[in-house]
Nanobody
């Protein structure tokens, strides 16, 4: 059974940082494109950052220069480092594992709240 488990969310003040982790079981992440998505209340789920199996990355314009995605295939984890957080970053953050022509796997999400 495949599981993606996110952790590291929480409440942080504006300007602060958080580190989200996604740990996988049941699959080897090395062959997957991994992504972090987020969904705020009343909004559609959006891509935040993505990293390919070869290490190439892409980011939403709104997080470029502030967020960094990385992967450790040996540990079967993906990490999202988030800096200079603001209220617009508040959302539930989801981890996704995707291979071509296959249905993706999703985690259950972790809440990030940026507030003073």
């Amino acid at each position: 059974q495949v599981q993606l488990v996110e952790s590291g969310g929480g409440l942080v003040q504006p300007g602060g940082s958080l580190r989200l982790s996604c740990a996988a079981s049941g699959i080897s992440l090395s062959s997957y494109t991994m992504g972090w998505y987020r969904q705020a209340p009343g909004e559609q789920r959006e891509l935040v950052a993505q990293i390919g199996s070869g290490g190439s990355t892409n980011y939403a314009e709104s997080v470029k220069g502030r967020f960094t995605i990385s992967r450790d295939d040996a540990k079967n984890t993906v990490v999202l480092e988030m800096n200079s957080l603001n209220s617009e970053d508040s959302a539930v953050y989801y981890c996704r594992a995707q291979r071509p022509w296959r249905s993706p796997f999703w985690g259950q999400g972790t809440q990030v709240t940026v507030s003073s």
